[in-house]
């Protein structure tokens, strides 16, 4: 056994240094464990002359990324900025022996394929946020798919079922009697094995994976490695103001969304979300979001366009943020409806079949769900061609919508067009 | 898909062979799983005209076999005598990677080692009582060993955390939150991969392996396997007649027990466990139980006579039988101590050293423990030549106990002497 050298201590501009960068980035974090997390790996990095490695789990079931992944997105690119590395994992390795119904080898491949293709959109949309140097893309098959059940039962030994059972989702299951599999409940240790295998100094998450990430803490140190630190990030709560952003609630924005999407979707949101919007979704340092609330306690609805317009400026540049904003208000502050609305082909089928509104109301977004769209009818808020539809509409056929414009509210509408 | 071709009737001859077979096997079984399960696999291996594979899983701990692991052994040699095919699975696999200690490299070579030393020992000892052909000896890292991770996956699908949390002990351990480790959680499922690996017809075992084994069933099954019958066997309670037979209660007799000690020992059963010693540790058919019975009924002291001599008989041979029961009465029943007294290698030390007769009596086996020891003394069950010791005996030296006989109410005694 060697002894320990002490490490060298730092100067105490290099401290100065240190200390700035960890108040920074931790500006809108939930939580940093352990506390001095932030300060330390800084330490590290400083004393070792090399980057840190800054962990994200990406999801490869390959949807639209929203502002809720944006958020993480851009506590990465922060880290980026002071010259840290992001290794992004792609979870290909889970991904295709997870899925419940991929029980066949033909499946199996077509999942293998998925996770690429998706993986590839993923970065598409990540790459608006993320810069392309100090970006390492890895996939967990690299380490996972050599493991063997010997090292698996290895692993295992460092977590208890006691601790795996107090995870939110599982505990909540267990309590209602729902059943999780041994597959599932062996999920946590593989996301840690993902830190232990790429040397994670650093893993960043939604607070709803601060668990996963606690896990890859403990088989670090198991293993005798130094562990990461966690930096979690709130849940970004969707348009709705009330759930987490999220592609089944239809409260989202995402980053592909186009720019009169984003800045209408950004001002139909409550009031009382604007302050989390603008911390978590507008990148705006100190002074910013001073001025922001300056402006948020004057004139909300000022403030809710200045939120709007940088969301568009951040993915689609400033000059399409003011012509969104134009658009947007000779549409609706004006009471008008511009010719450029959104179309949405109408469900196949002849033009005497029946449309059902409501679902097509949540098919557009305009409602989020079946009962959204029921309760935005009975509460008049839905307009077919500028006449508002009764509480329960007499049945439309195909022909009767082709070509009307829906509209919810003042702010969003729809032109519907039936299929050729 | 091919249609399933409806089995071939048997003659009436083979129902009522397997009818009594089935009534043979089910003789001193705990339960059989599912109910049906014998005559169901008896006749599958009439139809297919081939042996039952009846896996047993037995200990890689390498300790001396009792008359507990004799009753499940003797049931073995059942299914064997039969024409079955007993399948000896030898967890060498789990042994290795399970010992919490052995992390090192070198630690589970050794284990290694140890594990084929124990094997050899065990069969040593289960060939007094399984036949050598119709004999299968297996080592689970035969199968897995050459598992990933990806099969432990797919596998581990077919369990749920709340199903492996019903087993017994898990139950208990998380009831007290005694920890569980993942690594011991997934134990069952890999004695279940063991059944599907050997395509096992039966598993037999204790009742405290139920769980385990019904795991081996459902992976089969979900492995599109024909699912293993399960027969289990009631744990043996120990000489105390209190709990299980087991090595660390010292209340087991061995099957490499001198003559002697298995006669002697089993003349010190309370009066209430020979009705269940007679019908699990002596291999009697229903003639010979009726006898024992009526013997039991009208003399139990011949009785319990008989169940000592027919258990030296089985491992010893019927001459060691009738000469260790002239022994035993000699030393006891005329209150003198034979010449042959078995020996105790007193602690190392000099001759001035003090001796600890609590301990030594628990050495000895004559007290199953220090507590025992204490409260044999208090009773004034315990003689040094022939004088009765009190509750608190004085100091001893190693000189004072050399050479001397310590000697358990009036059946069991050893000489002392001190080391060389």
Request: aromatic content about 4%; charged content about 30%; proline content about 5%.
């Amino acid at each position: 056994v060697t002894g320990q050298v002490a490490p060298q201590p730092l100067s105490e501009e290099q401290e100065e240094r240190i200390a700035g960068q960890a108040r920074d980035l931790a500006v809108g974090a939930a939580q940093v464990i352990p506390e001095d997390g932030l300060v330390e790996k800084l330490r590290t990095a400083e004393r070792e002359g090399r980057p840190l490695r800054v962990k994200l789990g990406i999801d490869p079931s390959g949807s639209d990324l929203t502002l809720g992944h944006a958020v993480v997105l851009r506590k990465l690119r922060q880290f980026q900025d002071l010259g840290h590395v992001a290794v992004l994992i792609v979870g290909d390795f889970t991904g295709q022996v997870g899925d419940p119904t991929g029980r066949t080898k033909t499946r199996s491949v077509l999942t293998r394929e998925q996770t690429s293709r998706n993986a590839a959109t993923y970065m598409e949309q990540a790459l608006k946020i993320l810069r392309e140097d100090r970006l390492e893309l890895r996939r967990n098959s690299e380490w996972l798919a050599g493991k063997t059940l010997a090292d698996v039962l290895a692993t295992s030994r460092a977590l208890t079922v006691a601790q795996l059972l107090e995870r939110d989702d599982f505990a909540r299951r267990y309590r209602e009697n729902l059943p999780i599999t041994l597959m599932e409940f062996m999920y946590p240790m593989l996301q840690g094995m993902d830190s232990a295998a790429i040397d994670a100094d650093f893993e960043l998450g939604g607070t709803d994976q601060t668990f996963n990430n606690l896990v890859g803490r403990t088989l670090q140190k198991d293993a005798g490695a130094d562990p990461q630190a966690v930096l979690t990030l709130p849940m970004l709560r969707g348009t709705d103001g009330a759930e987490k952003m999220g592609k089944s609630l239809g409260n989202f924005v995402a980053l592909n969304d186009s720019p009169d999407d984003k800045y209408g979707k950004t001002m139909s949101i409550p009031d009382g979300l604007m302050p989390e919007w603008a911390e978590l979704c507008c990148a705006w340092g100190a002074a910013e979001l001073d001025e922001f609330r300056e402006t948020m306690a004057r004139k909300p609805m000022d403030a809710k366009r200045a939120i709007a317009r940088r969301i568009v400026d951040l993915y689609d540049g400033p000059g399409e943020a003011k012509a969104a904003e134009e658009r947007f208000t000779a549409r609706f502050s004006r009471h008008e409806l511009p010719e450029d609305l959104p179309e949405f082909t109408l469900p196949a089928g002849s033009a005497d079949d029946p449309a059902d509104i409501i679902a097509i109301l949540a098919a557009t977004g305009l409602a989020g769900s079946k009962g959204e769209a029921r309760r935005l009818l009975a509460s008049g808020g839905i307009r077919l061609d500028g006449d508002k539809l009764p509480a329960d509409p007499a049945a439309f056929t195909i022909a009767d919508l082709n070509g009307k414009v829906l509209q919810k509210g003042k702010r969003q509408a729809v032109r519907l067009v039936a299929k050729e």
